[in-house]
């Protein structure tokens, strides 16, 4: 057990190297938000990059980001993929019990502009044809320090 407790004393904290922010945030939101995910129709492409985000390596949380179960506990809503039809509703609903200030995050290309799913007949629109969109993160998946970088810009951090 001794041993073990020197080599992390010895290695210390493996993490990656803060992610350059762009500056361009307006930072309503100082200090650290509570983020609630919701697919609202994605390929879960975007949700492993959004899990290495938030995971040991690149650790969102020294920002000031967590995730958080309930849109009523939570200041930003970070939505992948396109809005499906069964999922507008449940959208608009999440977006609506997230308490003011309020921010909305599009993750992925198909966030943004449905991406490979455009035209299909299951799909509603994009994420801001059904709730407003504040930070767009463009990528089939973004890599998960552009998706540090928009929650640095919003934290202020």
Do not use: W
Request: charged share 25%; aromatic share 4%; with cysteine.
């Amino acid at each position: 057990m001794r041993a073990l407790a020197r080599k992390i004393r010895e290695i210390g904290r493996v993490a990656e190297p803060a992610p350059a922010r762009s500056g361009g945030g307006d930072a309503v939101l100082r200090g650290s938000v509570q983020v609630r995910h919701v697919d609202a129709g994605s390929c879960n492409g975007c949700e492993v990059e959004i899990g290495s985000a938030f995971g040991p390596v690149y650790d969102a949380e020294r920002y000031g980001a967590r995730l958080v179960a309930s849109p009523r506990h939570a200041d930003v809503l970070l939505v992948t993929g396109p809005v499906t039809r069964n999922m507008a509703e449940p959208l608009r609903k999440a977006y609506d019990a997230t308490p003011a200030p309020k921010r909305v995050v599009a993750v992925g290309d198909c966030a943004h502009d449905c991406g490979v799913f455009a035209g299909g007949y299951g799909v509603e629109g994009a994420v801001g044809e059904v709730i407003p969109v504040d930070v767009v993160v463009r990528g089939c998946p973004p890599e998960p320090p552009k998706i540090i970088e928009a929650l640095r810009d919003l934290t202020g951090r």
